[in-house]
């Protein structure tokens, strides 16, 4: 019912940036929260970044002032700006919506979109 493609990975060099998108389709009424995860090899999958549908955003530790959440409401689409890029940010980034399906019913679902790579490596 609902497609999340997600797009910009790729490999980098230390210092570098990469700007992923997640554009979210199919029977969407509406998106509350978006949030971008990533999982590294041997590692649980962790929160990197989420926003609410109000613009408030929500980052973990490890990324604070190196990568911004944002999203396009028109395009129900989820950005991650990712700046001064780490070795250790190396994973597959996800990313991940909340979705009210219809107007009849306040019941909501999460999706996930198909995982894309980042690797920084020099």
């Known amino acids: 019912q609902v497609q999340l493609v997600e797009s910009g990975g790729g490999l980098v060099q230390p210092g570098g940036s990469l700007r992923l998108s997640c554009a979210a389709s199919g029977s969407i009424f509406s998106i509350n929260a978006m949030g971008w995860y990533r999982q590294a090899p041997g590692k649980e999958r962790e929160l990197v970044a989420g926003i609410t549908s109000g613009g408030s955003t929500n980052y973990a530790d490890a990324v604070k002032g190196r990568f911004t959440i944002s999203r396009d409401n028109a395009k129900n689409t989820v950005y991650l700006q990712m700046n001064i890029l780490k070795p250790e940010d190396t994973a597959v980034y996800y990313c991940?919506?909340?979705?009210?399906?219809?107007?009849?019913?306040?019941?909501?679902?999460?999706?996930w979109g198909q995982g894309t790579q980042v690797t920084v490596s020099s």
């Open positions: 991940n919506c909340n979705v009210r399906l219809s107007v009849w019913s306040a019941r909501t679902s999460d999706y």
